[in-house]
């Protein structure tokens, strides 16, 4: 299944795209798709944090993905 993947802030600059249209597995988990991303660009395993939106609401890592889907990758933000 296709998903669309988009990046913000860090994960942006690690991946090197503001955006990414993923092949998935039907039936994978936002688990998945993090150890895919880590996998593929290891340095998004150090942030201190990593949220995934799915459809612009924040995503547990067992939820079902499905074809379609826009997910977001959110960073730690700092600032004042």
């Known amino acids: 299944m296709k998903c669309s993947v988009k990046a913000f802030g860090i994960a942006r600059e690690i991946l090197d795209a503001r955006e990414l249209m ?14 895919l991303l880590i996998g593929r660009y290891p340095r998004l395993g150090a942030l201190t944090s990593l949220f995934i939106a799915v459809n612009t609401e924040y995503a547990p890592d067992d939820r079902l993905l499905l ?14």
């Open 22 to 35: 993923l092949d998935l597995p039907d039936g994978a988990t936002v688990a998945q798709l993090r150890q």
């Open 67 to 80: 074809s379609g889907d826009e997910i977001a990758l959110i960073p730690p933000v700092s600032g004042g």
